[in-house]
């Protein structure tokens, strides 16, 4: 059995079709057949054109009439926008063909050629892709042959020939001129040629609704969902496009490279806005278009059917439940109030961010919670894990995180502030970090430090720390270390040029005589009108060139020198303010407290110890000596 199979298996591989003549409309349909019949693959068949018929009719009031051959030297004729936009008109194409099988010793020029024809979505433009790698020798008569190639390939795509590829006779002129020039071409890459083109249909637009500014919370890809940002609030920027209506749009026909009238379909319009927009919302109409544009800063709202841009909310919380969290941003000009007063539950529940221009809480804000804003007022507590930062910022109990510019703490408990100017009406423990500090009442276990000035009006405990730190803020550490930096690679600098400076100052201090001498001679030589040797002249002139480079090194070495002392100065500036600045306790000293300098230049602490009962007010640094420093009670 296995070797019946095998013999005809072999059978079917040598099946051969014999030379056959066929008319059809559709080749690959006809080579497909073909093939069928004899038990072989389509692959294994070519064909020869031997002729083609181009016919044309136009159908008048829905009655087909007789179809019209065209001339061959008339085709190029039927490529006529108006006609071919014409849905009345019709194209076909008959091809006489003589079918054969692929012989193995046929002579094919196209063997090396890998080539197909591909079209886009609409059929209205065809193209030949070669392969990279792909060659063709030069063969006579190639640019017939080479047409006859791509006929017969868009001939089995159901392209139509002769009607729509104007730009095939100049493309394969110009490649078989370049391969009989040559001899042989190869493709190093990947090549595309049109080779019809048709007209192309306009889509259809349909209407559409585009509410853009749901879309800018879009999460990217990859991106992490945040279910606690729900969008409770939509915060929108004065001039933004909020909503866009596209206007629905009929196509215009086209007629694809198969003769194929292409009918656009009819728009659907289903989106035609039915609301209304207030006052703070522009509306702008285009002939494509409707948009919506914000004309201030807020958030939208959608009230009774009408788009509105609101800055104001009130709500009773905000929670993982109700609003999740609210991020419209500081130069939003949205400000909410939150009415949640209750002492035993949080206005700002756990983990909740909200970022805002104003924020006025009457509770208190939970764990976790981050609150940005321009302005906040928070009337309960902060939790000691909570993070609030605002330029202008008010906290009833403060034992969290705060940043801000001006901040009023009514009950520090053991939380953290940063800040330009803190006032605290009441401190219980806590770490401060400001220009200038205000403790109404100070108990215990204070850490304050401040750039200017520390003053306590009444001082009720102990074991607290008054620090001054001249650079205490960001910009000054950064910008002290840049100064250092800068001083540091300034002095390499320097060190370097001077070691140059020694070498030039060496070479011209022992060329001198010669110089001197070789100078001597050279105005001999002048006032006698001898001519001067031409290596006494470069000897001259290299030993001048000795002592341009010293000027130019001298002169760089000032430049860098003063610009360390600019430096240095610079570095003294940041210590200096330090003398300006002050402790000041208008109450009696108790229990155990410590006065901190810290100097920049030598890097040192120093302290000082109020004794108990001491009633020194006003304390500051002083200079002792020329490395000496002390801090001491002073009048002002």
Not at 184 to 208: M, R
Not at 512 to 538: C, Q, S, W
């Amino acid at each position: 059995m296995a070797l019946f199979g095998s013999s005809d298996k072999k059978k079917k591989t040598l099946a051969r079709v014999r030379p056959t003549v066929v008319r059809t409309q559709n080749v690959a349909k006809e080579i497909f057949n073909i093939a069928k019949s004899h038990d072989m693959k389509p692959e294994l068949l070519d064909f020869n054109l031997l002729g083609l018929q181009t016919y044309t009719r136009t159908v008048s009031n829905n009655k087909e009439t007789e179809w019209e051959e065209i001339e061959a030297e008339n085709l190029y004729n039927l490529d006529d926008v108006t006609q071919l936009l014409n849905p009345d008109f019709q194209i076909r194409q008959t091809y006489e063909i003589e079918v054969f099988s692929i012989s193995k010793n046929s002579r094919d020029i196209f063997k090396d050629f890998k080539a197909a024809v591909g079209a886009n979505a609409t059929k209205c433009k065809v193209y030949l892709s070669v392969a990279a790698g792909s060659k063709l020798e030069y063969v006579e008569h190639l640019d017939y042959e080479l047409k006859s190639y791509i006929d017969k390939k868009k001939i089995r795509a159901g392209i139509l020939i002769d009607i729509f590829d104007e730009m095939v006779d100049d493309m394969v002129s110009k490649l078989s001129a370049q391969i009989r020039i040559n001899g042989s071409v190869q493709f190093q890459k990947n090549e595309t040629y049109l080779i019809a083109e048709g007209v192309e249909p306009t889509a259809t637009t349909n209407d559409a609704l585009i509410l853009h500014y749901e879309n800018n919370n879009e999460v990217a890809e990859n991106e992490r969902i945040n279910y606690a940002s729900r969008g409770f609030i939509q915060s929108v920027k004065k001039d933004e496009l909020l909503i866009e209506y596209i206007k629905p749009k009929p196509g215009k026909p086209g007629r694809n490279c198969r003769g194929d009238y292409m009918q656009p379909e009819e728009p659907v319009v289903v989106n035609e806005p039915t609301f209304d927009v207030d006052e703070t919302i522009k509306v702008v109409e285009t002939p494509d278009s409707i948009h919506y544009i914000a004309k201030e800063n807020g958030y939208i709202a959608f009230e009774e059917n009408k788009y509105v841009i609101k800055q104001d909310v009130d709500i009773a919380e905000i929670s993982f439940k109700t609003t999740g969290s609210i991020a419209s941003g500081i130069d939003s000009d949205v400000s909410i109030s939150v009415k949640e007063s209750d002492a035993i539950k949080d206005a700002v529940g756990t983990g909740m961010f909200v970022e805002v221009s104003e924020i006025d809480i009457d509770g208190n804000v939970g764990s976790n919670a981050k609150v940005i804003a321009k302005k906040a007022k928070i009337g309960g507590q902060t939790h000691q894990s909570s993070f609030v930062k605002a330029d202008e910022l008010d906290i009833n109990v403060h034992k969290g995180n705060a940043e801000g510019q001006g901040i009023h703490i009514t009950r520090l408990e053991h939380g953290h502030i940063k800040g330009e100017d803190v006032d605290v009406t009441q401190a219980l423990g806590g770490v401060i970090f400001a220009k200038n500090i205000t403790l109404d009442v100070c108990t215990s276990h204070v850490k304050a430090t401040a750039t200017k000035k520390i003053e306590i009006n009444k001082l009720h405990g102990s074991e607290n720390i008054f620090t001054i730190d001249p650079v205490l803020s960001d910009d000054a550490q950064k910008s002290l270390q840049d100064n250092e930096e800068k001083a540091k690679e300034l002095k390499i600098e320097i060190r370097e040029i001077k070691k140059e400076i020694q070498k030039y100052t060496k070479l011209i201090k022992d060329g001198t005589p010669a110089f001197l001498d070789i100078k001597k001679r050279l105005i001999h030589y002048k006032k006698n009108g001898v001519k001067m040797p031409e290596a006494f002249v470069k000897k001259y002139k290299d030993f001048q060139a000795l002592q341009n480079k010293l000027k130019a090194l001298q002169e760089n070495y000032e430049r860098q020198q003063d610009q360390l002392n600019l430096l240095s100065t610079r570095t003294v500036s940041f210590q200096d303010s330090i003398f300006d600045a002050r402790v000041i306790n208008h109450g009696e000293w108790i229990g155990y407290n410590e006065i901190k300098f810290k100097l920049m230049n030598p890097p040192k602490e120093l302290v000082y110890k109020p004794a108990e009962g001491s009633q020194e007010k006003i304390f500051a640094l002083k200079k002792i000596n020329e490395d000496e420093y002390a801090i001491r009670p002073v009048e002002e």
